[in-house]
């Protein structure tokens, strides 16, 4: 089955700053890969979403890369805010899948 | 509706007791998930449906846990004679299409805490 792994588990940024948090999987027929901002005591929420023929997307200060070849994406966050402390997910599924491969999570702090 | 809703938002049971946890889809969502996520942030898949068929359980405990998505009612998660270990949030996510290929919606998440 798939495995994903993700890193660091916990990242301490001063505001301003950039953050990235960096995914790999093991299973090839793997091709989509979303990942998700929990804040405590709340639902996982979708923030950016990649597909297997893309290598980039971006949706304002967040983008996420996609390296097939090498099975690992990141996520990247530019100009951090406080707001954006929060544990995050990275998942990867493929398209018969019945179910998402959730990374451990990684606990960002953004200080003022 | 266009937020997966799940009930109760906590629940309390003693070592033994049954647990039953309940989701509702988005509307026009044909595929549901459940995942235990516990303390450390895990998120460990339980099982799939499309619709009222199971599509994937390779993650269920099948000794205690069991699950239904019936035609026209919320879909349930029923836990017999709870355990310490099964202290966690039981979260149901939906999604138009299969996991691998469209984005999956989380409900609030129930919070069990056996006793």
């Known amino acids: 089955g798939e495995n994903v792994e993700q890193h660091p588990s916990t990242l301490s940024v001063q505001e301003g700053d950039s953050a990235v948090i960096k995914c790999t999987y093991s299973d090839s027929a793997s091709n989509y890969f979303p990942w998700y901002k929990q804040e405590l005591g709340k639902r996982p929420q979708l923030i950016i979403d990649i597909r297997s023929n893309v290598g980039e997307k971006k949706d304002q200060r967040i983008a996420v890369t996609l390296n097939k070849t090498a099975k690992h994406f990141s996520l990247h966050i530019t100009e951090t805010q406080p707001e954006d402390s929060a544990v995050y997910f990275c998942a990867a599924s493929g398209a018969n899948a019945g179910k998402s491969t959730f990374g451990d999570g990684t606990t960002l702090t953004v200080k003022p | 509706g266009e937020e997966v809703a799940q009930t109760p938002k906590h629940l309390v049971r003693g070592e033994g007791q049954k647990a039953k946890l309940y989701c509702a889809p988005i509307k026009g969502h044909s595929y549901v998930f459940w995942y235990q996520q516990v303390l450390k942030n895990e998120f460990k898949f339980l099982i799939s449906?499309?619709?009222?068929?199971?599509?994937?359980e390779t993650g269920m405990p099948k000794e205690r846990f069991s699950a239904k998505c019936l035609p026209n009612s919320p879909c349930s998660l029923e836990i017999q004679a709870t355990k310490l270990e099964d202290s966690a949030v039981y979260f149901c996510?939906?999604?138009?299409?299969?996991?691998?290929?469209?984005?999956?919606?989380f409900g609030p998440g129930t919070r069990l805490t056996v006793l």
């Open positions: 996510a939906s999604s138009r299409a299969r996991g691998g290929t469209d984005t999956q919606y």
């Open positions: 449906f499309q619709n009222e068929n199971v599509f994937d």
